[in-house]
């Protein structure tokens, strides 16, 4: 039935599955929704929800260390997998892609001009390489592997610079939270005049980010050097 999925957990060679509602349950799994009872088809916990079978309350004490149905539905959900619908998982999937491409474009440049590659190049890239992505692992996990095999396509290189930037008393304030979210302050020194020189180290790449959202917030009066 297109309104039923199934969640499953392994424990010790024994398969524990439960039946649920495929779109309020990948909220759950995401953790954007909390009451497990919403997600539930029914309390009933299987070893085959196919062929109806049940595990025994010993089986069930020895993984669980519980036979409450409900706490025993949460495990299955928060520790094993969950049956994506061919909708869900392309979205997901296309959801993934988009993340791992803005972070490769915010990472890596191009190591023959130092700067980052565009995000459509970076997706045309995968594409060429038919580079495939799983929607239920983190970005982290999988862009390693992806970068490598990208490299055979486009020049990739992640490095860092260090910025030298000084902002007028009137804009450190707010320009300070920026630097601290967008990189790692190696050094700052606020002047007597109230502003503030500081060498941020980012990736390469985020170069013209940090640039902009400078510029934008002291409007063009951070000054902005690489340091060799």
Not at 8 to 33: N, Q, T, W
Request: aromatic residues 4%; positive net charge; proline residues 5%.
């Amino acid at each position: 039935m297109a309104d039923v999925t199934v969640a499953r957990f392994s424990f010790e060679g024994e398969k524990f599955e439960i039946l649920v509602k495929p779109d309020p349950a990948l909220e759950y799994k995401l953790g954007k929704k909390k009451d497990i009872s919403a997600i539930l088809v029914s309390d009933e916990i299987y070893t085959d929800s196919g062929k109806g079978t049940k595990p025994s309350t010993e089986k069930l004490l020895k993984a669980f260390k519980t036979e409450d149905q409900a706490e025993i539905a949460k495990i299955i959900m928060q520790k094993g997998d969950l049956n994506l619908t061919t909708d869900q998982r392309r979205k997901m999937i296309e959801d993934k892609k988009k993340q791992i491409v803005s972070y490769i474009a915010k990472t890596y440049v191009d190591p023959k001009t130092h700067l980052p590659h565009p995000p459509l190049r970076v997706e045309q890239a995968m594409k060429d390489g038919r580079v495939s992505v799983d929607p239920q692992k983190s970005v982290d996990e999988q862009v390693k592997d992806i970068v490598e095999k990208l490299r055979s396509i486009i020049a990739l290189k992640s490095e860092n610079l260090q910025l030298e930037i000084i902002i007028p008393a009137q804009y450190a304030s707010q320009s300070y939270a920026v630097l601290k979210s967008v990189g790692s302050l190696k050094k700052e020194e606020w002047q007597n005049n109230g502003s503030l020189k500081a060498i941020l180290e980012i990736p390469a790449a985020a170069r013209p980010n940090v640039i902009d959202r400078l510029g934008s917030i002291t409007k063009g009066s951070a000054s902005v050097e690489v340091m060799q």
